[in-house]
């Protein structure tokens, strides 16, 4: 089994910033793809970033990309999702998932994704 854990939300003004890191442990036997994903109230879950973290691929989609970094520490083990210059659309429950190697391990790609998290919240105010 896999297990995935996110830590770090939180509240902040927008313009604010702050950091989410991600955990994959457990039966992993291959270099996995790491996304992270948002779900508001009332719509679906989208892709935010993604990355292969032992070859240092990013991918971030569009409302994002400039203001979010994805990016591994140096044992490769964790994944944080740095966010700067938030704003109120950016409240969410964001997620962090695992997509196995044969992955395209784009953000937009949520049904590759097949170990969630349970979630942290993140809430932007005006």
């Known amino acids: 089994q896999v297990q995935v854990t996110e ?6 003004q927008a313009g604010g910033s702050l950091r989410l890191s991600c955990l994959a442990s457990g039966d992993i036997t291959y270099s996995p793809c790491i996304g992270w994903f948002r779900q508001a109230p009332g719509e679906e879950r989208e892709g935010v970033a993604s990355m292969w973290p032992r070859l240092g691929r990013t991918y971030y989609t569009e409302s994002v990309e400039g ?10 083990t ?3 999702l740095q966010m700067d210059s938030l704003k109120p659309e950016d409240t969410a429950l964001y997620y962090c998932a695992v997509a196995p190697p044969w992955a395209s ?3 937009e790609s949520v ?6 998290g349970q979630g942290t919240q993140v809430t932007v105010s005006s």
Request: charged fraction near 30%.
């Open 7 to 12: 830590s770090g939300g939180g509240s902040v």
């Open 67 to 76: 203001r979010f970094t994805i990016s591994t520490d140096d044992a490769k």
């Open 78 to 80: 964790k994944v944080f």
């Open 105 to 107: 391990c784009r953000p």
């Open 111 to 116: 049904n590759e994704y097949k170990n969630w």
